[in-house]
């Protein structure tokens, strides 16, 4: 598919950046930019930054970066095309359709979305259009499931048959392989396929732009031989621990009401949406993960617990308790009637009373308390101080220090103990959760490795990289004339240099230079590094050395712009770098003439060495500044 050069502009220039992410990840401002939690690693300190001025967004935490397509590409993991044409339909641009076959095999992510797809289809079909279907929907109307959220859900069945989704690709000319690749069929060690999903209640999973990334299935027949439930393999677009059942339904009402339910089961998160209860979410059936609480904390900051009244439910609670302080949200357990599940209860039970429990929700001090209590952990004194620590220790868990104290002070009076202790207590489980961390950090740094990398590139590099891509042709030519490729260290500042000074050289040709378009240039490389590179250097400031604190050349530092001070300061840099490089050289030269007693030799090296300590101390006091100075005059003056 192609789409020209000039509409892509056309398409990214119509769409602010701000307000398509400001759809999925919360954004505040700050200064000139927006920041929020990067919705592409685990944070909790926003470091993922949005310049509406420059269009680009950048994640100081993880290294992450681009512009409006990036983000739609990175974030939806779509293709660049499909990438295009949601950012056109968002601004309600039309652009030439894609051939029906050229759209899936174009990412292997299109191919496994369009796989999901091509299965839900025929999921749907069987369970509204077949005789099979019919057990399927009386089973879904016997728990209570309605017309509207089989179709809000996308519920299907798959038939009693061990071929029918193989059969039905097969008639509709569906390549297999990408069946099997997105794991709704399975290969026979012959080399034959059979069905994943057979006599089973399909539940979809949805992505959070609502495209289907894997599908639960529940067993229909009640056979204890069978799993009860068995869900689609991990794949590149579905990620279990990265995946919370039905906030794609939910999102908006969350975010509406402030806070988020959520549940265990699927059946459970479609029966409370089915009574307009539209803010919940399911964990479904794996334990509660980091990832689940921060896809949650992008729509809201409180969480409210509502799993089984019983001690498995108790006892999951318990562990994600800790998970959602630790995001900095406010946690609430919801406590059902002995013996009720989130589903029974709301079906047996008009909406208020619903509420009422929503509204008797505990916070996670009592209900720790009270499981304890249960469990029978307060009678033996031993074990009573082991609750108590474990309450502190969730304690702990809260960023917000406030908070802390405000809850160190409610178990106090609670359990009649002295608050001084309690802080102790908090104090000592603190340093020791930062020593691990620490030691983690020191170990792992997985994550933040581009970062580091970004980082240790010399920030008169870093510099050079951001003079190249604001300057004018004035400026440029200023800079290429005292700083060779060569010195260049870092491989994508040369990469940037490179492209700039093509640029430029085409420029003195045709005579107009035309401004490096940092869109056009970021798409030109399929490299998410290099990108990132790009846009960490395009959101930072400039890191322009203490040399200009103390520099005092009043009437020249207030005539100067910031690019010009910039540039004074890499060239300083650059020049200082190649001097104490010879300084090196030659005080290997000098023991050399010393070693062999050249007199002549060692006393020319000497001079060398006073001439450069001489240059080394003019350029360090002064820089470049007298010679900006009567550059910039020279042009003033109709000069080149
Ligand atoms: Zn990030």
Known sequence: MYIPEDKIEEIRSSVDIVDYINQFVPLRRVGKNYVGLCPFHTEKTPSFTISPDKQLYHCFGCGAGGNLFNFVMQYEKVSFFEAVRKVAEYAGIEIPKPEKKERWVETEFEELYEANRFAHEFFVRNLLRTSEGKKAMEYLYKRGINDASIKNFGIGYSPDQWDALIQYAIKHNFPLESLEKAGLIVKREDGSYYDRFKDRIMFPIFSISGR?????????????????????????????????????????????????????GYTDCISLFQAWIENVVASGGTALTDEQVRLISNYARTIYFLYDADSAGARAMLRGVNIILAHGLDVYIVRLPEGEDPDSFIRKNPVFEFEKLIENAINFIDF??????????????NVKSKAIRSLVESISKIPDELKRSIFIREVSSKYKLPEQVLSQELE??????????????????????????????PAEE???????????????????????????????????????FELFKQASETGEYKKLNIHEFILKFDDDKFRGFVTNIALSKYEISKFWEVKKVKDYENELMELWKAIDDVLRRFYLRKIRKMEQDLTYEIAEAERVKDEEKLSELLARKSELAKKKNIISKKGFSDTIKKYLLHIKNGGN
């Open 368 to 381: 720790k308390a009270s499981t304890y209590q249960q469990l029978g952990k307060f009678d033996d004194p």
């Open 462 to 500: 870093r510099d050079l990289a951001k003079i190249l891509l604001e300057a004018d042709e004035v400026a440029l030519k200023f800079v290429f004339n005292y700083i060779h490729e060569d010195e260049i260290t870092s491989e994508y500042v040369k990469v940037i240099y490179q492209n700039v």
């Open 428 to 457: 000592t489980i603190i340093l020791k959760e930062r020593k691990s961390l620490k030691k983690r950090e020191f170990e792992g740094q997985v994550e933040d490795q581009e970062v580091i990398k970004f980082k240790s590139i």
């Open 212 to 264: 289907i990334i894997a599908f639960g299935g529940r067993r229909l027949k009640e056979d204890e031989n069978i799993p009860k439930y068995i869900n689609s393999p991990e794949t590149k677009i579905y990620v279990k621990s990265k995946v919370l059942y039905g906030l794609y339904q939910a999102k908006d009402t969350i975010r509406k009401k402030e806070y988020a339910i959520l549940v265990e």
